[in-house]
């Protein structure tokens, strides 16, 4: 089993959807939580991307001198950068680290967010750029262990002699993880990822995604790992982390609710949708409305984005429940709290 941690490049705070108790980035904390984690013997740590989070290939180049074994899980968003050089830069990453790269390939489903970036895709071609982006990455990096370039003319992107002078330490290339809930999803992952990871659902549907994925990797004669990304709120009882999964939202109010979730229900994601789904909208916002399977609580998708689950107790709890998705087949868990 893989444990990972997480690094909020997008800030922290002790309250759900407000400024009250919000810390704010700055490079000293994000140091403090890799030496942490790298202390701590996790496997690695989650650097995130968007417009509300630092630069990840900064933050992650920033705390390589101060961690000594701990791994970088680093975002890439297709679209952004042209797979060549994105290439180059996990090729550098990785010799300059000793072979500390791993990477989250990211299609993205907020159009708002997608098009103030400069893409302007809609779901169906995202999927189809991020096949082909990943797909040119992996043979450009593969094939500069011998020296070799690469062709490739495709619907959205080609490349004509790509070539990679200094190939990374990991052979053939980093290992490349990559999460989404769609059927084109499922599809890009069964064919060219290592490790699909899914959001925190309950773990008859997680199983459901994992019987999919794994059924299409064997119709293309592969492989492939799985992992789950989940909040953690664990304190000394079941009853404390309770209390604090209750005051994590307990600032929050109707509209500031709504405004969250009409936002999430613009994006064409289908994580997204399914994240919001397992609340109803959260117009109640008991442990009785919000806990969703024992131990796993919707509250963090009722106003943030992205993984919206968390598993609450004490550490004898919490461990049992994620030995219940590792029962699944489930082997690398990005955890956050």
Same mark, same amino acid.
């Given at each position: 089993?893989?444990?990972?941690?997480?690094?909020?490049?997008?800030?922290?705070?002790?309250?759900?959807?407000?400024?009250?108790?919000?810390?704010?980035?700055?490079?000293?904390?994000?140091?403090?939580?890799?030496?942490?984690?790298?202390?701590?013997?996790?496997?690695?740590?989650?650097?995130?991307?968007?417009?509300?989070?630092?630069?990840?290939?900064?933050?992650?180049?920033?705390?390589?001198?101060?961690?000594?074994?701990?791994?970088?899980?680093?975002?890439?968003?297709?679209?952004?950068?042209?797979?060549?050089?994105?290439?180059?830069?996990?090729?550098?990453?990785?010799?300059?680290?000793?072979?500390?790269?791993?990477?989250?390939?990211?299609?993205?489903?907020?159009?708002?967010?997608?098009?103030?970036?400069?893409?302007?895709?809609?779901?169906?071609?995202?999927?189809?750029?991020?096949?082909?982006?990943?797909?040119?990455?992996?043979?450009?990096?593969?094939?500069?262990?011998?020296?070799?370039?690469?062709?490739?003319?495709?619907?959205?992107?080609?490349?004509?002699? =790509?070539? &990679?002078?200094?190939? !990374?330490?990991?052979?053939?290339?980093?290992?490349?993880?990559? @999460? /989404?809930?769609?059927? %084109?999803?499922?599809?890009?992952?069964?064919?060219?990822?290592?490790?699909?990871?899914?959001?925190?659902?309950?773990?008859?549907?997680?199983?459901?995604?994992?019987?999919?994925?794994?059924?299409?990797?064997?119709?293309?004669?592969?492989?492939?790992?799985?992992?789950?990304?989940?909040?953690?709120?664990?304190?000394?009882?079941?009853?404390?982390?309770?209390?604090?999964?209750?005051?994590?939202?307990?600032?929050?109010?109707?509209?500031?609710?709504?405004?969250?979730?009409?936002?999430?229900?613009?994006?064409?994601?289908?994580?997204?949708?399914?994240?919001?789904?397992?609340?109803?909208?959260?117009?109640?916002?008991?442990? =009785?409305? &919000?806990?969703?399977? !024992?131990?796993?609580?919707?509250?963090?998708?009722?106003?943030? @984005? /992205?993984?919206?689950? %968390?598993?609450?107790?004490?550490?004898?709890?919490?461990?049992?429940?994620?030995?219940?998705?590792?029962?699944?087949?489930?082997?690398?868990?990005?955890?956050?709290?």
């Amino acid at each position: 089993m893989q444990v990972f941690w997480f690094i909020p490049t997008h800030g922290d705070s002790r309250y759900l959807g407000t400024g009250e108790g919000a810390r704010t980035v700055n490079h000293d904390y994000l140091k403090q939580v890799a030496q942490a984690a790298d202390s701590l013997g996790y496997e690695g740590v989650l650097i995130p991307t968007g417009r509300s989070c630092e630069d990840p290939w900064v933050v992650a180049a920033s705390l390589l001198p101060v961690t000594r074994n701990l791994k970088f899980l680093v975002a890439v968003r297709p679209g952004l950068h042209q797979p060549a050089l994105a290439a180059r830069m996990a090729a550098t990453f990785d010799r300059l680290s000793g072979g500390r790269l791993l990477v989250n390939l990211v299609t993205g489903g907020d159009q708002t967010e997608l098009e103030g970036d400069g893409v302007f895709l809609d779901h169906a071609a995202r999927y189809e750029q991020s096949a082909e982006f990943i797909r040119i990455w992996r043979e450009v990096i593969a094939r500069s262990h011998e020296g070799q370039g690469f062709d490739y003319d495709g619907k959205h992107l080609s490349v004509k002699g =790509a070539k &990679l002078l200094y190939p !990374p330490i990991q052979k053939p290339y980093p290992p490349v993880y990559f @999460g /989404g809930s769609s059927a %084109a999803a499922h599809d890009l992952a069964a064919e060219q990822v290592d490790t699909y990871l899914t959001w925190g659902e309950p773990p008859d549907e997680v199983a459901k995604k994992v019987a999919d994925v794994r059924e299409r990797a064997a119709r293309n004669g592969r492989t492939v790992k799985f992992g789950i990304r989940l909040h953690v709120i664990v304190r000394e009882t079941d009853e404390e982390a309770w209390r604090a999964a209750e005051s994590l939202i307990s600032r929050l109010d109707d509209d500031t609710v709504i405004r969250a979730q009409t936002a999430f229900a613009k994006m064409d994601s289908e994580g997204q949708r399914r994240m919001a789904a397992l609340h109803a909208g959260g117009k109640k916002r008991t442990r =009785a409305d &919000l806990e969703i399977s !024992p131990n796993l609580w919707a509250g963090v998708g009722l106003v943030r @984005g /992205g993984a919206g689950t %968390a598993l609450v107790g004490d550490a004898k709890t919490v461990a049992a429940r994620i030995q219940e998705y590792a029962d699944l087949g489930l082997d690398t868990f990005v955890l956050s709290g």
